[in-house]
Nanobody, 120 residues
């Protein structure tokens, strides 16, 4: 069993910054990829950023240049630094990890979500 715990959401004014964290614990052999997704009210969940175990990153066009994803594989943790936030960034943010368990079986796990609200 693997558990992901997120933190760092909150209310911020437009132009401000927030840093989200997501830490995994449990029967982890390795983490192959980590990512952040978000879901705004009335919209589908969308990719924000991903990072592989080798450090390759990918960003949605809407956040390029403003958000930075980083990770520490030894700590099973991924962060999302969000700068120059806009009201349209308001959403519940979820982390996802692709984990190989100690049984060498690969699963996808999701965090519980953390709300980010950006005011005008």
């Amino acid at each position: 069993q693997v558990r992901l715990v997120e933190s760092g959401g909150g209310l911020v004014q437009a132009g401000g910054s927030l840093r989200l964290s997501c830490a995994a614990s449990g029967s982890i052999f390795s983490i192959n990829a980590m990512g952040w997704y978000r879901q705004a009210p009335g919209k589908q969940r969308e990719l924000v950023a991903t990072i592989t175990s080798g450090g390759s990153t990918n960003y949605a066009d809407s956040v390029k240049g403003r958000f930075t994803i980083s990770s520490d594989n030894a700590k099973n943790t991924v962060w999302l630094q969000m700068n120059s936030l806009k009201p349209e960034d308001t959403a519940v943010y979820y982390c996802k990890m692709v984990v190989s368990t100690t049984s060498r079986i690969q699963f996808q796990y999701w965090g519980q979500g953390t709300l980010v609200t950006v005011s005008e």
